[in-house]
């Protein structure tokens, strides 16, 4: 059995790896900002899943060290183990360079990038003991497809890819597979933009998470390090959506 914590986990990408992961017999320890958001997640996972004791939870920030040592001790304990990190906690400021703040920048930088490393230094323990597993970080076409107004976002996302890339050359001798999913315009309402009609041509956090699932079922003999997905069609629209590329 499956046991997988997901960051960002109460909505939208995150909530749905949590849900593909239940449903195919896993168990799964998820994190968010706010506590109530976390039990809600939790209880509709729970019910969705039909055994409300493979999910559980805990609210935490991953620009905090001493919280994200906090919630994987508490993933090894609920579960009995871990096998499995999915790094999906982040977040999208998109202003001119000239207007963003210096909280603001740090905010981006520190839940998109050091949030991942935060993690994922804390789990690698529990994974080298296990000597197997995954880390999978979830990043963006924006890593490498830019756009003006988001130079936090894309800088974050670019330097998750390039930390992936490097993890997964330093642990994929210890039985530790790392891979990169890279999602292109996902109707998500991220950081604050609501979905509506017009967001029938993008990708679901479904998708996304097949795509993650795709990976946790793929043979132990090989390792798809880097996935781009994005939608199979466009939209004359070429705004930025939520710091993704169509």
């Not at 320890?29 to 706010?34: L, Y």
């Not at 994200?68 to 871990?82: E, F, N, S």
């Not at 995954?134 to 003006?148: D, K, Q």
């Not at 490097?166 to 609501?194: C, K, N, Q, W, Y």
Request: proline residues 3%; glycine residues 12%.
């Amino acid at each position: 059995m499956r046991r997988a914590l997901v960051t960002g986990g109460t909505r939208g990408i995150g909530r749905a790896i949590a849900a593909a992961i239940l449903t195919d017999g896993g168990r799964v320890f998820i994190t968010g900002r706010d506590q109530d958001a976390v039990d809600d997640a939790v209880r509709v996972l729970g019910e969705a899943c039909g055994d409300s004791s493979r999910v559980a939870g805990v609210a935490a920030d991953v620009r905090d060290r001493a919280a994200v040592d906090r919630a994987v001790a508490a993933a090894i304990a609920r579960l009995g183990g871990l096998d499995t990190l999915v790094n999906n906690a982040g977040v999208g400021i998109f202003a001119n360079v000239s207007a963003m703040t210096d909280d603001e920048w740090a905010r981006v930088i520190d839940t998109n990038l050091t949030g991942a490393f935060y993690c994922s230094r804390a789990v690698l323990p529990e994974l080298t003991r296990g000597g197997r597993g995954w880390i999978i970080n979830i990043a963006s076409l924006a890593g490498r497809n830019y756009s003006a107004t988001a130079g936090a976002y894309c800088a974050s996302k670019a330097g998750l890819v390039a930390f992936s890339e490097s993890l997964m050359l330093e642990v994929r001798d210890l039985g530790i597979r790392v891979s990169v999913v890279m999602p292109g315009s996902v109707a998500t309402g991220f950081s604050g933009r609501h979905a509506d009609a017009d967001d029938s041509w993008k990708l679901t956090p479904a998708d996304v998470a097949g795509v993650v699932m795709d990976l946790l079922r793929h043979p132990s003999r090989s390792l798809p390090s880097k996935v781009e997905i994005r939608p199979s069609r466009t939209t004359t629209d070429r705004r930025p959506a939520g710091g993704d590329s169509p």
